[in-house]
């Protein structure tokens, strides 16, 4: 979303660990105070990717870029976690080490799975990863974080 979009979830305020403000999502707010509590970094969130684009493109004028009715809907039900990539690369570690995730994050193409990613750039692969899981995961990894 771009600044001047007005935020699409409900959020709440929190205080990064470097002490700068955050709007977050608020089914979003256990998973990213454990992240932070577990020293990992995260850059963004968005507890359900699909229908925030949904909601964005309806409220501009011209309409976005991407976010089309395929991206939309492949994306509909799905958080997302941006982190740097060594961020990232841990969790996937630390959560193929338990029941619940293990297969879901080795496994990116089943029901249930994770998807992440770290996108191609012309200079090489970008700095971030974006890790894209099913909403109703949230609870039972925030378990699995504590």
Request: glycine share 8%; net charge negative.
């Amino acid at each position: 979303m771009m600044a001047t979009d007005p935020p699409i979830h409900p959020y709440e305020t929190l205080t990064t660990p470097d002490g700068e403000q955050a709007d977050i999502d608020t089914e979003m707010v256990p998973v990213i105070r454990e992240l932070w509590r577990l020293g990992f970094t995260t850059v963004t969130c968005c507890q359900d990717v699909g229908e925030a684009t949904a909601d964005v493109r309806a409220q501009r004028e011209p309409p976005l870029g991407y976010g089309g009715d395929g991206f939309i809907a492949y994306h509909r039900g799905y958080a997302l976690l941006k982190m740097p990539v060594a961020d990232a690369q841990r969790l996937v570690a630390l959560l193929a080490d338990t029941t619940g995730f293990g297969d879901r994050v080795r496994h990116p193409w089943r029901p249930g799975s994770w998807r992440v990613n770290v996108p191609l750039e012309p200079d090489g692969l970008a700095a971030t990863a974006l890790l894209h899981f099913p909403r109703a995961q949230l609870p039972e990894l925030v378990g699995t974080l504590r």
